[in-house]
């Protein structure tokens, strides 16, 4: 069976701790997210449990009165939790080593795993489609599973919000970026 999953980045937010909320321009983007899925016929909704990605989907769910579950596994990758000032030169390495694991920190193997799980389980059900909330480095994490040419510098260009679409039916997957940078 055909499932298609809307894997969104969340809106703009004012930080990157997990109560973080969206800014003035993020709440904004959450209203043109809910315009933007306002014609699709949608199962079900699950979010990162983080305060920014709820926030971005919030209204879209209030609109139509489909729950926001939230799934730990959608929850931003942490690098290290030590403060890494040259923390864009290990990411960029995470990226060519997926193995590589920082102190305190999850490697984009073990990150990956834990998204893939979940879309996994979803394939596995009877659900059509699913809209996916999480951040940036997960995301970019999942699509590189599928595609291996989805590295660092695609992560890069990841917008705020940003909308993928995974149509996954058997063995083939179908990856299409449906937002990117529209503002």
């Not at 993020?26 to 043109?32: D, I, S, V």
């Not at 989907?57 to 000032?85: C, H, M, W, Y």
């Not at 909330?133 to 599928?146: E, F, R």
């Not at 705020?160 to 058997?170: C, E, K, S, V």
Request: glycine share 6%; net charge negative.
């Amino acid at each position: 069976m055909l499932s298609s999953l809307y894997i969104v980045r969340h809106c703009e937010a004012t930080g990157q701790a997990s109560e973080a909320p969206l800014t003035v321009q993020g709440t904004q983007q959450a209203g043109k997210l809910t315009e933007f899925f306002s014609t699709l016929k949608v199962d079900q909704i699950i979010s990162s449990p983080f305060e920014r990605a709820i926030q971005s989907i919030f209204p879209f769910a209030q609109k139509t009165g489909i729950p926001i579950a939230t799934d730990e596994r959608l929850k931003e990758r942490v690098l290290s939790n030590e403060n890494l000032e040259d923390w864009l030169e290990k990411l960029k390495a995470s990226y060519e080593d997926m193995e590589l694991r920082y102190d305190g920190g999850e490697s984009s193997l073990e990150a990956s795993n834990r998204i893939i799980e979940l879309f996994e389980e979803i394939k596995r059900s009877e659900v059509k489609t699913s809209i996916i909330v999480t951040h940036g480095n997960l995301l970019s994490l999942a699509l590189k599973y599928y595609d291996q040419a989805f590295g660092f510098s695609a992560w890069k260009k990841l917008s705020n919000p940003d909308i993928y679409l995974l149509q996954l039916d058997g063995d083939q997957v179908i990856i299409r970026r449906l937002w990117g940078n529209r503002e």
